[in-house]
């Protein structure tokens, strides 16, 4: 078995971070997330500045990053604008995201559920030959309407199917195995975002890879949060998540060591120790 991580950590881990780092740090991180062999990373948003001030100046990060002939560098829009913005760049790949809930769509994105999936679908009709992933966030639970109903979200996932990579997000970390696997199998999405915010991320990532999922999203050092999402702790630990793979005898592709290095070359940056654990023992 062979899982492909897309390592999130330049953005889902740092727009929750009360350090705004500045662009070509956030460029260098990128460079060395790609020397540690992930295949893929998302390297930036295109949101408004204000909106999500940690994310701002996306191009400037982009023109920061080398050019590797092993990694895809995806990037993550929310609107038509932030499409345009995407494609006057040289990223390789368009990560669109809706919620699956009304209420997390009009606070993340300003609009409502049946606007947000129209919007996404627009963007998809304007990336032409761009690789595509739909990523459908709150797909096990949402901060504002508790739990989401299994069947609206496959419903959603299969509206994508043979459009895009649909990848279903565990958005406030609410959920187990066992729901994990049945999502998936019963989408069909080839992917799944994790949050370990209640201790079930690593565990929920192989029962995505055994219902079928190919693409897990990790974040190195375990970084990430949602600024919409009250308590959504971190993504997987990047690191934490290749030592559980590998160890189970599916590969990734990715130096581990590499990653330790990446995430406590992070801890002196943010002056704090991360959230991951597998860094902690070196």
């Not at 990694?71 to 995201?97: M, P, Y």
């Not at 958005?171 to 999405?189: D, W």
Request: proline share 5%.
């Amino acid at each position: 078995m062979h899982a492909t991580l897309c390592d999130v950590g330049p953005r889902d881990g740092l727009q929750n971070e009360p350090e705004t780092l500045a662009p070509p740090v956030r460029a260098e991180l990128v460079n060395r997330l790609a020397a540690a062999g992930l295949p893929r990373i998302e390297a930036v948003s295109f949101v408004r500045d204000e909106r999500v001030p940690r994310m701002a100046h996306a191009e400037e990060v982009v023109a920061g990053i080398l050019p590797t002939g092993g990694t895809e560098f995806a990037g993550l829009v929310l609107n038509a604008r932030g499409f345009e913005r995407f494609r006057a760049t040289t990223l390789d790949r368009v990560n669109v995201t809706f919620a699956a809930t009304e209420g997390f769509n009009r606070a993340n994105g300003n609009m409502g559920l049946s606007d947000a999936v129209a919007n996404a679908e627009a963007i998809l009709t304007s990336a032409g030959e761009y690789p595509r992933s739909v990523t459908i966030s709150v797909s096990f639970g949402c901060p504002f309407e508790g739990a989401v109903d299994p069947g609206h979200v496959a419903e959603l996932a299969q509206r994508f199917a043979g459009r895009a990579e649909v990848i279903l997000a565990d958005t406030i970390g609410v959920a187990t195995p066992s729901k994990v696997k049945a999502l998936v199998g019963r989408s069909g999405a080839q992917g799944f975002h994790g949050h370990n915010t209640r201790n079930t991320g690593y565990a929920n990532c192989l029962a995505a890879l055994e219902a079928g999922a190919t693409v897990l999203d990790a974040s190195v050092g375990g970084l990430g949060g949602c600024p919409y999402a009250p308590k959504a702790t971190g993504n997987v630990a990047t690191e934490d998540l290749v030592y559980l793979l590998e160890g189970e005898g599916i590969e990734t592709g990715v130096d581990l060591d590499a990653l330790i290095s990446i995430s406590e070359w992070l801890e002196g940056l943010l002056g704090r120790q991360l959230e991951g654990y597998v860094y902690r023992t070196r």
